[in-house]
């Protein structure tokens, strides 16, 4: 615990400590903001198309690298 050696001390560290919760509180307001934005059905169909996306290209790459390979997909999938 600190002590103080003066009510001017202990004022100032109060002032500052009640900036930094004001500014916290600006942080958290705009990290709520962003996230608000981002959850709209939009974005969310969007990031969810590009996966699926994303997936089906993969297992196609891979699919044909088996394939130049002469690997077959039916004895790896059992």
Partial sequence: ???????????KD???LKLQTEI???QASID???LKKG???TNLL??????????YFLKKLGAKIY???GVRLDKITR
């Fill in 46 to 55: 969007t990031e969810l198309l590009s996966d699926l996306g994303t997936s």
């Fill in 67 to 69: 394939e130049k390979l």
């Fill in 1 to 11: 615990m600190k002590r103080y050696k003066s009510i001017k001390d202990m004022n």
């Fill in 24 to 26: 916290y509180e600006q």
């Fill in 39 to 41: 959850l709209t059905i």
């Fill in 32 to 34: 709520f903001i962003y």
């Fill in 14 to 16: 109060l002032k500052l």
